[in-house]
T-cell receptor
Framework: ELKVEQNPLFLSMQEGKNYTIYCNYS?????LYWYRQDPGKSLESLFV?????AVKQEGRLMASLDTKARLSTLHITAAVHDLSATYFC????????????FGTGTRLTIIP | KAGVTQTPRYLIKTRGQQVTLSCSPI?????VSWYQQTPGQGLQFLFE???????NKGNFPGRFSGRQFSNSRSEMNVSTLELGDSALYLC???????????????FGSGTRLTVV
């Protein structure tokens, strides 16, 4: 059974600092997704990573995928308060399988 | 372009009742998935439909069921509600088979179900 582990679970950081959220998964995957969720809201798609070595950037967020290590990272650069949210990674396995297995989420709080 | 529409947004039901939730995917999307989100269990996959066929099912009891119509709209039903069914139910739609071509999955705003 696929396991997806995210760490840290909680992260408080000061504005302007850099940090990384890690997502490890236990079996071969062909797709990895990052989502953001604000309190009481739905999931907002951030990145879709489809191949080994994939790197995508949007604003202060950058996501990467290492399929050999079964690891994805979400790097936050020069954090700003608007980035406060819960971030989830989700993994899909096997062609033909639409099931996403989500990590536990990382609750990020940016402190002014 | 309209997003994924879920109705109702909020629902309060009594134990033992049943409930039906609705999801209208983005126009042209044929795959609809359902997820349950709770503080204790996080986000868990319920089931996925493509072209009116259930292709995948998560580890939930038979009280949880769903269907998809020819216009790709989907409904999920929970019978004999239990307190533990209180959750945010999210629907996601995808353009293509396997959520491929990098389009990923677009989630609706969810239905918050409270069972009392």
């Amino acid at each position: 059974e696929l396991k997806v582990e995210q760490n840290p679970l909680f992260l408080s950081m000061q504005e302007g600092k850099n940090y990384t959220i890690y997502c490890n998964y236990s079996t071969t995957s062909d797709r990895l997704y990052w989502y953001r969720q604000d309190p009481g809201k739905s999931l907002e798609s951030l990145f879709v990573l489809l191949s080994n070595g994939a790197v995508k950037q949007e604003g202060r967020l950058m996501a990467s995928l290492d399929t050999k290590a079964r690891l994805s990272t979400l790097h936050i650069t020069a954090a700003v308060h608007d980035l406060s949210a819960t971030y989830f990674c989700a993994v899909a396995t096997n062609f033909g399988n639409e099931k996403l297995t989500f990590g536990t989420g990382t609750r990020l709080t940016i402190i002014p | 372009k309209a997003g994924v529409t879920q109705t109702p947004r909020y629902l309060i039901k009594t134990r033992g009742q049943q409930v039906t939730l609705s999801c209208s995917p983005i126009s042209g999307h044929r795959s609809v998935s359902w997820y349950q989100q709770t503080p204790g269990q996080g986000l868990q996959f319920l089931f996925e439909y493509f072209s009116e066929t259930q292709r995948n099912k998560g580890n939930f009891p038979g009280r949880f069921s769903g269907r998809q119509f020819s216009n790709s709209r989907s409904e999920m039903n929970v019978s004999t509600l239990e307190l533990g069914d209180s959750a945010l139910y999210l629907c996601a739609s995808s353009l293509a088979y396997r959520g491929t071509l990098g389009y990923g999955y677009t989630f609706g705003s969810g239905t918050r179900l409270t069972v009392v």
